[in-house]
């Protein structure tokens, strides 16, 4: 078993649609960051969380230590966001990540 | 405030061969982190540097080594290139690697060994 594992692998959506893509941990971490890759291009950290909820824009992450469980919603979403997405939870002084989500957002 | 700048970009290496990749982190971070990059195994942690000091390491063989100076910059070094080396190598730098802190990354060098 993963120690971090996302779902869905692949997610599909229409322009507009609501969309969730969830990570759970099966370690003790001191933070989670939200991960995003566009085709052929770098990393971007969309958020780090160690509580509760942060809001940028059209994305919301939110983290519920106890469970140890993290979810990333995009609202309203659009074409580009189509990506991969990844969870990766801080422990000690490496991250450990999830396998990805790739998002598909078609117009 | 300059990212975190990794070089090369792309890199064309032949089996047996051995390579040093570069980064440097955003300027006042003190920890550097690598990770490799896989189709098949997707971000896998290598090894983390504070202050000039290797302080963890991931399950890679003795092959991949690292360093980092005193002005924070970073090097990564793979000996004895195998196909299975292919990969994207992304370095990530932070402030402190004490307590939560946020990770920024550089584009990665996508090394190719052929």
């Known amino acids: 078993k993963n120690e971090v594992e996302q779902s869905p692998q692949n997610l599909t959506a229409q322009e507009g649609e609501f969309i969730t893509i969830n990570c759970s941990y099966s370690?003790?971490?001191?933070?989670l960051h939200w991960l995003q890759q566009h085709p052929g291009g770098g990393i971007v950290s969309l958020f780090m969380?160690?509580?509760g909820k942060k809001k940028h824009g059209r994305l919301i992450a939110t983290i519920n230590i106890q469970e140890k469980h993290s979810s990333l919603h995009i609202t309203a979403s659009h074409p580009r966001d189509s990506a991969v997405y990844t969870c990766?939870?801080?422990?000690?002084?490496?991250?450990?990540f999830g396998e990805g989500t790739q998002l598909t957002v078609n117009p | 405030k300059a990212g975190v700048t990794q070089t090369p970009r792309y890199l064309i290496k032949t089996r047996g061969q051995q390579v040093t990749l570069s980064c440097s982190p955003i300027?006042?971070?003190?920890?550097v982190s690598w990770y490799q990059q896989t189709p098949g195994q997707g971000l896998q942690f290598l090894f983390e540097?504070?202050?000039?000091?290797?302080?963890n390491k991931g399950n890679f063989p003795g092959r991949f080594s690292g360093r980092q100076f005193s002005n924070s910059r970073s090097e990564m070094n793979v000996s004895t290139l195998e196909l299975g080396d292919s990969a994207l190598y992304l370095c990530?730098?932070?402030?402190?690697?004490?307590?939560?802190?946020?990770?920024?990354f550089g584009q990665g060098t996508r090394l190719t060994v052929v």
């Open positions: 370690v003790g971490i001191s933070a």
């Open positions: 300027s006042g971070h003190r920890s």
């Open positions: 540097y504070f202050s000039e000091t290797q302080r």
């Open positions: 969380l160690s509580s």
């Open positions: 990766a939870v801080f422990s000690g002084s490496r991250l450990t």
């Open positions: 990530a730098s932070s402030l402190t690697r004490q307590g939560p802190t946020e990770a920024f």
